[in-house]
């Protein structure tokens, strides 16, 4: 899993990396043992919220148990559903 995890994503692409704290949706800053990822958002699933982590965040690659890339649009409309779904009434 690892070595095609790393192949798979592209410095300067969006990923969608899953853990068992939740998904978490970011740009690949730099890839290796950590995957350094920026403007990153967490969903919690347990917590029915959504994090965001601005200054970047790094994930070691040993807790990623699933990937997606994404496209922009597909990065900006995830996270724009998580939003919708956890504060439903935010306008």
Known sequence: M?????QAI???EPVLLVTAIGYIVGIVETKGEL??????????????????FSRGL???VNQ???????SKSEKSEMI????AYV?????
């Open 10 to 12: 592209e410095v300067g």
């Open 80 to 83: 724009g559903g998580w939003k």
């Open 58 to 60: 790094a994930v070691n």
């Open 35 to 52: 995957i350094r990822l920026k403007d990153v958002y967490i969903n919690c699933v347990s917590a029915s919220r959504v994090n965001r």
């Open 64 to 70: 990623v148990i699933g990937m997606q890339l994404l």
């Open 2 to 6: 690892k070595e095609e995890l790393l």
């Open 87 to 91: 504060a439903p009434t935010a306008g």
